[in-house]
């Protein structure tokens, strides 16, 4: 069951600022917004996570909305290297919250 | 690099093999995850290990597949008679317990059954 709406694509000219939205409507009150990336052929990536309040850290900020049924990660000076899919996803704290449920992301082309 | 390896990177087996796969995790990591990503789709859990034990299998782990992690340190990914279904991406990822919400993923293991 999908927890979290994301587009399937966004372009972002290299050096702008890449908001990625995404949808999590149904959350509850104890789980958390997770973002990973996975850059091609590669791994997934942990970026960044929150509960209520805006994070940021040297990758990214992540924004949410009051009511938190929605998100937006922000990457402040896309670089060619930032193509790539990211992945938002909602977890409970503790308990499964090692069940990283991955959607099918929005794929990142950061434009030179 | 993520500290995490894995072995093959590229498996090629005809349909009816057994294969292995190897996962390397971080050392203090004691928390170990396999995942398999089919083309177009995110990675989907497959199970999941804190230190030797293995605590949970998803659905989508048939009893063909079979996991270890001897002694808590690296893993082994077994497929008995691969079917051309398996043919997918397998990730391997760590974490420390009570942070598993950061997980380090290899660059995983591509099977290809034919």
């Known amino acids: 069951d999908a927890k979290t709406t994301q587009p399937p694509s966004m372009d972002c000219a290299e050096g702008r600022a890449a908001n990625l939205p995404c949808n999590h409507s149904?959350?509850?009150?104890?789980?958390?917004v997770y973002w990973y990336r996975q850059i091609h052929s590669q791994g997934p990536q942990y970026i960044i996570h929150?509960?209520?309040n805006n994070e940021t850290n040297e990758m990214a900020s992540l924004i949410i909305t009051e009511d938190r049924k929605s998100s937006t990660l922000i990457l402040p000076h896309a670089t060619l290297r930032d193509t790539a899919v990211y992945y938002c996803i909602v977890s409970a704290s503790g308990g499964s919250n090692y069940k990283l449920t991955f959607g099918k992301g929005t794929l990142l082309t950061v434009n030179p | 690099d993520t500290g995490v390896s894995q072995d093959p990177r590229h498996k090629i087996t005809k349909r009816g093999q057994n294969v292995t796969f190897r996962c390397d995790p971080i050392s203090e990591h004691n928390r170990l995850y396999w995942y398999r990503q089919t083309l177009g789709q995110g990675p989907e859990f497959l199970t999941y290990?804190?230190?030797?034990?293995?605590?949970?299998k998803s659905r989508l782990l048939s009893d063909r597949f079979s996991a270890e992690r001897p002694k808590g340190s690296f893993s082994t990914l077994e497929i008995q008679r691969t079917e051309q279904g398996d043919s997918a991406m397998y990730l391997c990822?760590?974490?420390?317990?009570?942070?598993?919400?950061?997980?380090?993923f290899g660059p995983g293991t591509r099977l290809t059954v034919t």
């Open positions: 990822a760590s974490s420390l317990r009570g942070m598993d919400y950061e997980q380090y």
């Open positions: 149904t959350i509850s009150g104890n789980e958390y």
């Open positions: 929150g509960l209520k």
């Open positions: 290990f804190q230190n030797e034990a293995q605590l949970e």
